[in-house]
């Protein structure tokens, strides 16, 4: 029978009870002293038992032991009720709730302290989580099953399952031992230098890959990591040079220089990748707007493509 309540009858046990008069209770909560009357009847009803013991007169009416017990569950119910408007709230105001981002090495580096730290300032109370992965594919798994709400790629495949916002591109450059020469390079060099690259499944060293074979060249690798850092402290002891990109890249170590391609690899672009068809949390947009921002700021936010 208790199927049978609804959210109108707890507030109407909440208000008797804390009023101890019917009449109170109804000016309480806008309604006249029959309705209220009537749907502490239905409560009573529905467990089978009197919610107060009435005495009349000028006698204040008081709970009974079941009316005692089922105050302990209205007021449950109607504390997760406010607690679920405040936090609906927050949510689309954009202030509160929570963001997951799937990210990679690149973005979470250069990008996201600054992006982070500021989104904490103008909404202490949203929480966000990071998820970071070297492969779009394994991002774009992660957002379609909704373990996150935003992710972060590098030249994804075009998927109409995703709503894509360019953010801005970087251009490949090879970074080698500060003394390696000119700030050139051809690519024919990269055939007889010993490389240092990023795992297979990494998808920036996969656009490499398909750079070096269309340029008939077949890579050496002296050691592959996913960790851009160790990348660029092997270049550094001399170990080999390494094709990445520049967003990639601390330009201002002094044990490494940086040497432009010649001809040029196709720059990579950035996206924002949210579900296509889904809503989004306002946050999410916030957030968005903030790394572009952040990408206008280091110098990488030319002419992109249209949203997608």
């Known amino acids: 029978m208790l199927d049978d309540l609804a959210?109108?009858?707890?507030?109407?046990?909440?208000?008797?009870?804390?009023?101890r008069s019917f009449g109170r209770a109804a000016e309480r909560l806008g309604f006249t002293q029959s309705a209220v009357s009537q749907q502490i009847a239905t409560f009573e009803k529905a467990i089978g038992q009197p919610l107060f013991d009435r005495p009349g007169g000028p006698r204040p009416i008081e709970l009974t032991p079941t009316g005692e017990i089922m105050l302990r569950h209205a007021e449950a119910i109607l504390g997760h009720l406010d607690s679920a408007a405040d936090e609906v709230a927050q949510l689309l105001a954009g202030v509160g709730g929570r963001l997951s981002i799937g990210t990679f090495q690149s973005i979470t580096v250069k990008v996201l302290p600054d992006v982070l730290g500021r989104i904490k300032v103008e909404r202490p109370e949203l929480t966000v989580r990071l998820t970071e992965s070297s492969s779009n594919e394994e991002l774009v798994d992660l957002l379609l099953s909704g373990t996150i709400d935003l992710a972060f790629l590098a030249d994804p495949n075009v998927d109409e399952r995703l709503a894509l916002t360019p953010l801005g591109s970087d251009r490949f450059v090879v970074i080698a031992p500060a003394d390696d020469g000119s700030p050139t390079i051809r690519p024919e060099e990269l055939a007889t230098r010993p490389l240092i690259g990023q795992l297979a499944d990494d998808s920036c060293q996969y656009t490499i890959n398909q750079y070096?074979?269309?340029?008939?060249?077949?890579?050496?690798?002296?050691?592959?990591?996913?960790d851009n850092a160790a990348v660029q402290a092997m270049v550094r002891v001399g170990v080999g040079i390494a094709v990445m990109g520049y967003l990639?890249?601390?330009p201002d170590d002094p044990g490494i220089l940086i040497r432009e391609l010649s001809?040029?690899?196709?720059?990579?672009?950035?996206f924002a990748a949210q579900r296509a068809g889904r809503t989004a949390i306002p946050a999410a947009d916030r957030f968005v707007a903030l790394v572009k921002q952040r990408f206008v700021e280091l110098g990488m936010a030319e002419s992109t493509p249209a949203d997608y």
């Open 212 to 226: 070096l074979w269309a340029a008939d060249i077949s890579p050496h690798y002296a050691f592959r990591t996913n």
């Open 248 to 250: 990639a890249v601390d």
């Open 7 to 19: 959210i109108r009858h707890f507030a109407a046990l909440h208000a008797v009870a804390a009023e």
């Open 263 to 270: 001809p040029p690899m196709p720059k990579r672009t950035h």
